[in-house]
């Protein structure tokens, strides 16, 4: 039986399949040029937050089916939040690209996100054409380092943010050998198990040059969880479910920010 990620990589095959290459790179070079991502100094002491939207993951399932996803990205940037990472993917998260174009025709300024799975050329010129500043390239859904190096290249020259994402050491040894790397995140959740534990950013954050930023995503629900990958030496966290699921996400994110007590 194939893996989750097995699974959607087939669906991405199909997805790709559909679109258009030529016209979107001719949309991505006539747009907006991408904002510097994380630019913002992070609160003293705290790692930046790269707030999440999302309604549902393959792992979790259905997390917050009604979640308004413009209002809670406006509660994230009043509150605190330095990024917006946004779930396009349709399927197995309920994402759309349209809330990526709504982000960047806002107000709210905050740097976005495609939050993806991308393996080809023209899912980056359709990330820069709807207003991404950044993209999510994960390791473990590219086994070929060329395909890898080509991808990141690609985002690169489009003026993109390519966040590297890695789960283990063999997939950190083969993000560090990337031209050009500028941000490495670190994935606490197994692809196989969905087992999370904060330990494999503190396991694999010493592999990684102390000058390059990191950040560490999943698993990461409380003041305490933050203050722990802080001393881990993260740059930022990125943070869904504890946000979407939250009660009172203004609150939420004041507290993964460090302006409100756990």
């Known amino acids: 039986m194939p893996n989750i990620l097995q699974t959607i990589l087939a669906q991405k095959q199909v997805e790709i399949a559909d679109l258009d290459t030529a016209s979107l790179r001719r949309a991505a070079e006539e747009s907006p040029p991408p904002r510097d991502f994380l630019a913002a100094p992070p609160r003293s002491g705290y790692p930046a937050l790269i707030a999440e939207l999302k309604r549902a993951s393959p792992s979790k399932g259905i997390l917050a089916p009604h979640l308004n996803l413009l209002h809670a990205a406006e509660l994230y940037t009043q509150n605190g939040a330095a990024a917006l990472s946004v779930l396009t ?3 197995f998260f309920q994402g759309k690209l349209e809330t990526l174009r709504q982000l960047r025709a806002g107000s709210l300024g905050l740097p976005l996100l495609r939050k993806d799975f991308l393996i080809h050329e023209s899912q980056m010129y359709q990330a820069r054409a709807n207003g991404a500043d950044a993209v999510l390239l994960i ?3 590219l086994p070929e380092d060329t395909r890898l190096a080509e991808l990141h290249a690609c985002a690169l020259s489009l003026g ?3 966040l590297v994402e890695v789960h283990d050491e063999a997939e950190t040894e083969r993000a560090l050998r990337l031209p050009s790397l ?3 995140g670190i994935n ?3 692809l196989n198990t969905f087992h999370t534990s904060l330990q494999t950013t503190e396991r694999l954050r010493p ?4 000058s390059l930023p990191v950040v560490a995503e999943s698993g990461i629900f409380s003041a305490e969880d933050v203050s722990r990958l802080a001393r881990a030496g993260v740059s930022a966290i990125l943070v869904g479910e504890a946000l979407v699921t939250a009660g009172d996400i203004a609150a939420k994110v004041r507290e993964l920010t460090g302006q409100a007590a756990p």
């Open 139 to 141: 390791v473990a859904a």
């Open 207 to 210: 592999q990684i040059p102390a």
């Open 89 to 91: 993917d349709e399927k």
């Open 188 to 190: 606490n959740r197994d």
């Open 160 to 162: 993109l943010t390519p």
């Open 182 to 184: 500028r941000l490495i």
